[in-house]
C-alpha cells in the first residue's frame, strides 16, 4: 500500500540530515514518500514567502519600510506643530502692533491738546491783554515795512 517514490531508501543520515536542517544538494536522490507529512514551507501558501527581488508593481507604503514611514511621519509632525506656533507668535505680534497703534494714537491726540494749550496761553490776544496790564502802551513800528514777495 505504501508507495516508493525515490529509487532508492532513505537512510539514517538522510533522516539526521533532514533533522538538522540541512538540504540535500541533489534533489532527485531523494524524494517524498506517499503517506509522510508535507513539511510547513509546503503548507505554506507562494504569497506568505519571502521575495527575493522587490516587485515594482506594489503600491507605495508596500515599498516604503517602516522606519522610514515613521520618520517621515514625525518630521511632518514636527512642521505641522512649528506652523502652529508661527500662527499663534504671528497673532501675538499683531495683537501687539495694534496696542502700540493705539497708545501711539492717544499719546498724538495727548499732544495736539497741550499743543492747543500752550498756543492757547502764549498766543497773540493773551500778551497784548497781559501787557497792557502791566503798563505797557502799543507803539507804531519802527524802520521800514518789509514786503515779502509771493
Not at 518630521?75 to 501687539?96: E, K, N, P, S, W
Amino acid at each position: 500500500m505504501n508507495r516508493i517514490l525515490s529509487k532508492r531508501r532513505p537512510s539514517r543520515n538522510d533522516a539526521s540530515r533532514r533533522d538538522r536542517g540541512s538540504r540535500d544538494t541533489d534533489s532527485t536522490r531523494y524524494q517524498r514518500h506517499g503517506t509522510a507529512l508535507p513539511s510547513w514551507s509546503d503548507l505554506e501558501p507562494k504569497t506568505n514567502r519571502r521575495r527575493d527581488e522587490r516587485d515594482d508593481d506594489g503600491s507605495f507604503l508596500e515599498n516604503v519600510s517602516t522606519v522610514r514611514f515613521g520618520l517621515v511621519l514625525l518630521l511632518i509632525a514636527a512642521l505641522f506643530t512649528l506652523y502652529v506656533g508661527h500662527v499663534h507668535a504671528t497673532q501675538q505680534l499683531l495683537m501687539d502692533v495694534q496696542e502700540a497703534r493705539q497708545m501711539n494714537h492717544k499719546l498724538h491726540l495727548k499732544h495736539n491738546r497741550l499743543k492747543g494749550e500752550f498756543d492757547h496761553a502764549t498766543g497773540p490776544s493773551v500778551i497784548y491783554d497781559r501787557a497792557r496790564e502791566l503798563g505797557l502802551r502799543e507803539a507804531v513800528p519802527t524802520g521800514r515795512t518789509v514786503v515779502v514777495p509771493d
